[in-house]
């Protein structure tokens, strides 16, 4: 299958896999700082469980919209002190964020288009 | 974080991994030492406005992780893997059960092989209501050969593994000998009875006559095959109280079926067509068969330890 029918075939996209390529949009972050992220965007009408998250972040990088970076980095925020994973958006991973989003947007035009008319 | 917090955080975290644990192990070895990580942070940053909301944190990963468990588990494994697991646990329990109790195994194996060539039975009965018009003789032949093969084979494992090629024979060869020998006998005698719906008590005991003595000769015919003449007659009445009582199952369950799966036109006979025609007829067939297994196995294993 070449990109642009990947790309086709995986819309629509579920709201867990929508919010969290849109997190990461501006750049890398770390599983913590996606799940806040998020909540902000979603003003805390989505909230993560870890288990939603991370088979979401699985199932993309399976399917290699995002992939695993900074590796070896340290915790900065002291709990763990462990190497912390970050996700960046693959390039596909760009494209499918940028369809989704049109697709998004036909749909809205369509619907302010066809609402009927206030009397 | 002053003692009481701390314990309830050490207990919080300890839910939580006990909880991780369920995850499949690929899973798990990729993403759980990040998951831990990222939920000590969730619950730490929450416990800062109270036990409450760090509460939530954790209630939240508990009444997400049925859903969460299940679908990873799916997901790493193809169905064939699901129904093998599924397949191994089933024998892994049946197994030492069946065998603590030869009588479970004789009845589960009789079961199994009558519940075949029954379903077998029926699927040629279809082939034959369907595509030829009831026309195709052959066709109930095979289904009649296969119905007393089966259930030979299943006998014929719990009676004499080594010779079960024979019991086979035996119970193809038998089972047709026995219906044909009964339909003779029984149009001999009730010339009506098979062509008119019982309406009276004695007509449906007329009607039950039928496979009481198929099951009969059907026993006295395998019976003779192993049994050396010993304990014939106990196996033979058993053949026939179990057809009697598949039979009454294969009744009693189209008539249920027909009742209150699709329910009879007004003063009509219901009379079910297409996809329904393989239900109404192949799982009456199927059970009737199963009961008749069921019933059978263990009276053959007591036939032959009696006669030996």
């Known amino acids: ?35 806040k992220e998020v909540s902000e965007m979603s003003r805390g009408r ?20 995002i992939e695993r970076t900074g590796e070896g980095e340290a915790d900065e925020a002291e709990e763990t002190g462990r190497p912390r994973k970050a996700y960046l958006l693959t390039s596909l991973g760009k494209k499918i964020m940028t369809a ?17 008319q206030e009397t | ?85 599924a397949g191994g646990y089933a024998a892994g329990y049946a197994g030492p059960l069946a065998a603590s109790h030869p009588r479970l195994w004789s009845s589960l194996v ?21 595509y030829g018009n009831g026309e195709l003789e052959r066709l109930g032949l095979s289904g009649i050969l296969c119905a007393g093969g089966f259930g030979g084979l299943g006998l014929g494992l719990i009676m004499d593994a080594r010779k079960k090629g024979l019991f086979v024979l035996w119970g193809a060869v038998g089972f047709l000998f026995a219906q ?25 005991l007329i009607a039950f006559l039928y496979p009481l003595g198929m099951g009969c000769v059907f026993g006295l015919i395998i019976g003779a095959a192993s049994l050396r003449g010993k304990c014939m007659l106990p196996f033979m009445v058993s053949g026939g109280l179990a057809l009697m009582a598949g039979f009454f199952t294969n009744r009693l369950s189209a008539a249920l079926m ?11 006979i219901p009379s079910p067509e297409g996809g329904w025609l393989l239900l109404y007829i192949l ?6 068969g199963v009961l008749l297994g069921a019933l059978l196995g263990p009276a053959a294993r007591r036939s032959t330890f009696a006669s030996t």
């Open chain 1, 100 to 116: 989704e989003v049109a697709r998004m947007q036909d749909l809205v035009q369509l619907a302010v288009a066809s609402r009927p």
């Open chain 1, 46 to 65: 989505v909230a993560f469980s870890t288990g939603t998250l991370y088979g979401a972040i699985k199932r993309m990088l399976d399917q290699r919209w």
């Open chain 2, 283 to 288: 799982v009456p067939y199927l059970l009737e």
């Open chain 2, 258 to 268: 027909q009742s209150y799966l699709l329910p009879a036109p007004a003063g009509g």
């Open chain 1, 1 to 35: 299958m070449d990109q642009k029918n990947e790309v086709q075939s995986s819309l629509p996209l579920t709201e867990a896999t929508f919010f969290i390529l849109l997190s990461l949009a501006p750049g890398s972050k770390h599983g913590y700082a996606i799940m």
């Open chain 2, 110 to 130: 009789s079961a199994l092989a009558f519940g075949v060539g029954f379903f077998l039975l029926g699927v040629t009965d279809v082939l034959r209501e369907t």
């Open chain 2, 1 to 85: 974080m002053d003692g009481q917090s701390g314990t309830r955080t050490i207990v919080a975290h300890k839910v939580y991994r006990a909880v991780l644990r369920l995850y499949p192990t690929g899973f798990r070895g990729r993403f759980g030492q990040e998951m831990s990580d990222v939920f000590e942070q969730a619950f730490a940053e929450r416990l800062r406005r109270g036990f409450g909301p760090a509460l939530g944190v954790l209630v939240q990963e508990i009444l997400d992780a049925p859903g969460c468990i299940a679908r990873e588990h799916i997901a790493e494994r193809s169905p064939g893997d699901a129904a093998g697991i």
């Open chain 2, 180 to 204: 044909v020998f009964i339909n003779c006998l029984y149009e001999g005698i009730f010339p009506n009875a098979m062509s008119t719906p019982a309406m009276s008590l004695q007509d449906l």
